[in-house]
């Protein structure tokens, strides 16, 4: 038997919360998505004013972190013509999303969980997805 | 140019809480997705327990009653085969949802958008959603 | 060589006018969908107040009702538990659509279209519909 | 509670005619498609010969101008391999269309829809969504 360690929803609340406070203080509204270890969402949040395709592509990039165990700025990096792995952004109807702003939730060395970010530039992005996993850290480390 | 309104994030976080606190006392965790009144999603969650396929569910339920102005249960008791109605429920690959548990929330005489709730009969999803609904009006007849 | 007779926009446009003008009448916002004899969209209209919902299902009774040369209502009547149709319903991942509302357009004896109304009840979509293709038929016939 | 504005069904038919008669100019029959600020369709037409993918091209593009709050186009110019936007142009089961012919609808500094023309060259198709939205900017400071 498998003995699987999974984001409880009070941990995503914490990662979407530190993911909302780097959006707030850069000044773009950001959707932000949470996934548990298998891919599947744990909780979402559009903030007012993000976009509505970002919807979809913040769920994308979290689950492909989770489910990949790969951030999707490292698909990203690969996903180059003539490299093998060119063409993984469009497995799975195209939910395998290598845009960057996905990042799998790592503790005690295993995915989690991943977190995917989307409103802003990338690189907007990934400095939420980072801001939401240390602000999870920072609790995990205090639990009081 | 037509004006619309539309819930805030804080608005379809009342939503939630009070569809929660329903879900905690009948002690049936549940997914939980709020959308605007256009059917695109504003915030979701997954209490810890609650089940995967309702993470769909949810959502399609919030997305049916906001986006055709209609409670899912409404939708249920009239499609029956013989019925005109019969075969909405397949409609838009399926997101059309006519299962109970999806309520459109109105302000004012407008939908503004809508709730869905998955996991426990429709019965209980119907309780949680109006709770929801019953949780937020209350917050904005005592605006502080 | 097959020679093929094909609704022209200015004749889709004369469909929607009917229509639109019924929709008014009866005092119900309608979604309404055009398309040619082979199921593919001619011309779609949105009034200001018809449901979002309703945009992909006006579209799937037209195309159901051109590409399959048959009314969606009577699809309706046949698709009943026992019947060797039902389960049509959800065929081509639900495009074919069986809520009453899609009529075939027939000139001279051949199907040239297809008109789909969605937002009222499916006897008001119905009406609406009929309306659309009596003012083609009219003004066909009055070529001026 | 958020307050949006949001196309007309007017305003979009006014944003079809000035696409329309550039089309008609540069004699290159087109797929027109209006959304509005959350992507859902408003009104589209396809012009006599214009292309069978173009009918779902057209609406891609609006869809995306508007709920993206971006021009198809800088995403093109984005969307290379090596950047770290690339792939964006998979998301959404591909409907996030990165192809030159799509634009916002922007009135008061808001989006309030968008506008996708497909059937041409992406610069032909830029060139006609360009005129309908100037078109429709004209009516809107001459409303009589």
Redesign the interface.
């Known amino acids: 038997m498998l003995t699987i360690n999974r984001l409880?929803?009070t941990e995503a609340h914490l990662l979407i919360e530190g993911a909302r406070r780097k959006a707030i203080e850069i000044e773009v509204p950001m959707c932000i998505a949470i996934v548990d270890e298998?891919g599947?969402?744990?909780?979402?949040?559009?903030?007012?004013g993000a976009?509505?395709?970002?919807?979809?592509?913040a769920q994308?990039k979290a689950f492909t972190a989770a489910a990949a165990r790969k951030a999707t700025?490292e698909?990203?990096?690969a996903?180059?013509?003539g490299n093998l792995v060119?063409g993984i952004?469009?497995a799975i109807?195209?939910r395998l999303?290598?845009?960057?702003g996905g990042l799998p939730v790592v503790v005690d060395g295993a995915v989690v969980g991943g977190i995917g970010l989307s409103s802003g530039?990338?690189?907007q992005d990934?400095e939420c997805a980072e801001a939401g996993i240390a602000y999870l850290e920072q609790h995990l480390s205090n639990p009081r």
């Open positions: 409880s929803q298998s599947n969402m744990i909780s979402f949040d559009r903030m007012d976009k509505i395709t970002s919807i979809t592509i994308d700025h698909y990203n990096a996903c180059v013509p060119f952004h469009t109807g195209g999303c290598v845009v960057g530039s990338p690189q990934m």
